[in-house]
């Protein structure tokens, strides 16, 4: 016998016509911009060096070109000021079609700086070399120099290659540059540093070696070469004599790390499968999948375990060693699986790992830093809320905490009380007794960081012309360069209704023609034929 297949229900016929209706007008909505990441821009000036052309402009219109899912977008920009190079008054810069494949991103009218490449005789651009206007016109300027001679501040960055000496109004006194030749990379992070007892001394890891400055006349004093197996597993350096003449540095190994003595070649510690940070006289080490913090003590050889959690916790533990005693400060900082905000706790730990003192922070925070021998800071954010940050300062030995509510440096270094940190090329000074904050000073640098206030600096030789840095230096684009400036096209708006209306033709004869087979099929099925008979 011949069974009859069941008819789709009204219920499910609805919902198919009603996908195919509006399917057209789903790939109508914007795409986010998801998909890019950029690096920190690093040195400025650096990469005006490197670049043949760099603008600040206001973004005119742009209009699309190319296939439909390989889209190109063309930005006519009107030159406010060439940085550097010079091809007239507008130009046409061409970068990928959205923001999801680091094409630029900003609204017609928007002022902007860029870094500009050349390929195939046409001026592009991205993302990651879109630049905030302000900053490249501080680097056009040239930077502020100092008036007074007299070191203050030390600033790195996570992608500047030299470090800048500040003098306290953000004055430039003269640049470190750590680098042995054009082969070598300086990283000027706080990881790539450590400043020697006492505070004259300074050892800077690049990838060719060490390089120890003293910080009184800003002079190299020492390089040390590293065993041929370190040059790239090593990840931190800690300076234990007043001289340099002893320095270890953290080596992440194959499957573990270790701490080594540079000029013996010792393996002081060896811990597997660990990320290690080194203090005073011990280190940190905490293992890579978050789960478990030890304290070693470089003197007893005893190991005592701080803290552990379950590898399912959503916990987040950020440990920082004090780098002239024993104390260690950690932050735990819980992540609710409900979405709701986190919470962290900032405790100190002392030598056998008793609690000195803690403090709840009802945001999420981030790594701590020692500002002294007694104060330790962790910057929090509040992701669920407005975004806002908030300085918190502990003193251990006050027993006291204060807080500086709108600071936006993650980095930063503390004087007679004071905080000083950079956020996007701008020096902020921070009172926290009374909570106020002030701009003291800009940088041509958007990743800078203050890294270290050089106490009792005494007056040096302004660098009034400071050595171009190492790296490649190209030559900038004039009109004899032979790139198209300028280029026609369709406007914006008219390219972008024929585009959209060619995609609502195709797609809708496309569900149409689903549709329509759909119901056929629906009523084939519904034809009943009599049973066969026996």
Same mark, same amino acid.
């Given at each position: 016998?011949?069974?009859?297949?069941?008819?789709?229900?009204?219920?499910?016929?609805?919902?198919?016509?009603?996908?195919?209706?509006?399917?057209?007008?789903?790939?109508?909505?914007?795409?986010?911009?998801?998909?890019?990441?950029?690096?920190?821009?690093?040195?400025?000036?650096?990469?005006?060096?490197?670049?043949?052309?760099?603008?600040?402009?206001?973004?005119?219109?742009?209009?699309?070109?190319?296939?439909?899912?390989?889209?190109?977008?063309?930005?006519?920009?009107?030159?406010?000021?060439?940085?550097?190079?010079?091809?007239?008054?507008?130009?046409?810069?061409?970068?990928?079609?959205?923001?999801?494949?680091?094409?630029?991103?900003?609204?017609?009218?928007? *002022?902007?700086? !860029?870094? /500009?490449? &050349?390929? $195939?005789? %046409?001026?592009?651009?991205?993302?990651?070399?879109?630049?905030? @206007? +302000?900053?490249?016109?501080?680097?056009?300027?040239?930077?502020?120099?100092?008036?007074?001679?007299?070191?203050?501040?030390?600033?790195?960055?996570?992608?500047?290659?030299?470090?800048?000496?500040?003098?306290?109004?953000?004055?430039?006194?003269?640049?470190?540059?750590?680098?042995?030749?054009?082969?070598?990379?300086?990283?000027?992070?706080?990881?790539?540093?450590?400043?020697?007892?006492?505070?004259?001394?300074?050892?800077? *890891?690049?990838? !060719?070696? /060490?390089? &120890?400055? $003293?910080? %009184?006349?800003?002079?190299?004093?020492?390089?040390?070469?590293? @065993? +041929?197996?370190?040059?790239?597993?090593?990840?931190?350096?800690?300076?234990?004599?007043?001289?340099?003449?002893?320095?270890?540095?953290?080596?992440?190994?194959?499957?573990?790390?270790?701490?080594?003595?540079?000029?013996?070649?010792?393996?002081?510690?060896?811990?597997?499968?660990?990320?290690?940070?080194?203090?005073?006289?011990?280190?940190?080490?905490?293992?890579?999948?978050?789960?478990?913090?030890?304290?070693?003590?470089?003197?007893?050889?005893?190991?005592?375990?701080?803290?552990?959690?379950?590898?399912?916790?959503?916990?987040?533990?950020?440990?920082? @060693?004090?780098?002239?005693?024993?104390?260690?400060?950690?932050?735990?900082?819980?992540?609710?699986?409900?979405?709701?905000?986190?919470?962290?706790?900032?405790?100190?730990?002392?030598?056998?790992?008793?609690?000195?003192?803690?403090?709840?922070?009802?945001?999420?925070?981030?790594?701590?830093?020692?500002?002294?021998?007694?104060?330790?800071?962790?910057?929090?954010?509040?992701?669920?809320?407005?975004?806002?940050?908030?300085?918190?300062?502990?003193?251990?030995?006050?027993?006291?905490?204060?807080?500086?509510?709108?600071?936006?440096?993650?980095?930063?270094?503390?004087?007679?009380?004071?905080?000083?940190?950079?956020?996007?090329?701008?020096?902020?000074?921070?009172?926290?007794?009374?909570?106020?904050?002030?701009?003291?000073?800009?940088?041509?640098?958007?990743?800078?960081?203050?890294?270290?206030?050089?106490?009792?600096?005494?007056?040096?030789?302004?660098?009034?012309?400071?050595?171009?840095?190492?790296?490649?230096?190209?030559?900038?684009?004039?009109?004899?360069?032979?790139?198209?400036?300028?280029?026609?096209?369709?406007?914006?708006?008219?390219?972008?209704?024929?585009?959209?209306?060619?995609?609502?033709?195709?797609?809708?004869?496309?569900?149409?023609?689903?549709?329509?087979?759909?119901?056929?099929?629906?009523?084939?099925?519904?034809?009943?034929?009599?049973?066969?008979?026996?």
């Amino acid at each position: 016998m011949r069974t009859m297949s069941a008819p789709l229900p009204r219920s499910v016929t609805r919902v198919f016509v009603v996908m195919f209706a509006i399917l057209p007008f789903v790939f109508l909505l914007p795409r986010p911009a998801l998909g890019c990441s950029c690096a920190p821009p690093g040195d400025i000036e650096a990469l005006i060096a490197e670049s043949p052309g760099v603008v600040v402009g206001t973004l005119l219109d742009k209009r699309l070109t190319g296939e439909e899912f390989d889209m190109a977008a063309v930005f006519r920009v009107e030159v406010e000021q060439w940085v550097k190079g010079d091809l007239g008054p507008e130009i046409d810069v061409y970068t990928a079609g959205d923001g999801a494949g680091c094409g630029i991103e900003a609204p017609i009218g928007t *002022r902007v700086g !860029l870094f /500009l490449s &050349v390929q $195939d005789n %046409r001026l592009t651009s991205n993302l990651c070399r879109q630049m905030s @206007p +302000e900053v490249l016109e501080a680097a056009a300027q040239g930077p502020v120099m100092s008036k007074t001679g007299i070191p203050f501040m030390l600033v790195g960055g996570w992608n500047s290659p030299t470090l800048r000496v500040l003098d306290e109004s953000g004055g430039l006194v003269t640049r470190l540059d750590s680098r042995r030749g054009p082969d070598d990379f300086a990283d000027t992070s706080r990881q790539a540093l450590s400043f020697c007892p006492g505070g004259r001394h300074l050892v800077h *890891r690049t990838t !060719l070696g /060490l390089v &120890v400055w $003293d910080l %009184r006349t800003m002079e190299r004093v020492a390089e040390h070469d590293l @065993p +041929e197996y370190a040059g790239l597993g090593v990840y931190a350096v800690s300076c234990r004599a007043e001289d340099a003449s002893i320095v270890w540095y953290a080596l992440d190994g194959v499957g573990g790390a270790a701490v080594v003595e540079v000029f013996t070649g010792e393996e002081i510690l060896t811990v597997p499968n660990s990320m290690l940070y080194v203090g005073g006289d011990h280190v940190i080490s905490q293992t890579i999948d978050y789960t478990e913090v030890v304290r070693h003590d470089l003197t007893t050889g005893e190991s005592i375990v701080l803290h552990t959690k379950g590898a399912e916790e959503n916990i987040g533990v950020y440990p920082a @060693p004090h780098p002239n005693n024993g104390l260690t400060a950690l932050v735990e900082t819980v992540y609710p699986l409900d979405g709701s905000a986190s919470t962290s706790t900032l405790t100190v730990l002392d030598e056998s790992g008793m609690v000195v003192d803690e403090h709840a922070i009802p945001m999420e925070g981030g790594v701590p830093i020692w500002l002294d021998d007694t104060t330790i800071a962790v910057t929090a954010s509040d992701f669920t809320g407005n975004g806002e940050q908030t300085l918190y300062l502990l003193d251990i030995a006050e027993g006291t905490t204060t807080t500086l509510p709108g600071w936006t440096a993650w980095d930063y270094v503390a004087s007679d009380g004071a905080v000083y940190g950079i956020t996007a090329g701008t020096i902020l000074h921070g009172d926290p007794m009374s909570g106020e904050m002030e701009p003291v000073g800009t940088i041509a640098d958007e990743s800078a960081v203050a890294l270290h206030v050089i106490e009792d600096g005494e007056a040096i030789e302004v660098d009034e012309e400071p050595e171009t840095p190492i790296g490649v230096v190209t030559p900038p684009l004039t009109p004899d360069s032979g790139i198209a400036v300028l280029e026609g096209g369709s406007t914006p708006e008219t390219q972008t209704q024929s585009s959209n209306l060619a995609r609502v033709v195709f797609l809708t004869l496309a569900g149409a023609g689903l549709v329509t087979g759909l119901v056929a099929y629906m009523r084939r099925e519904r034809q009943v034929k009599p049973p066969s008979a026996f």
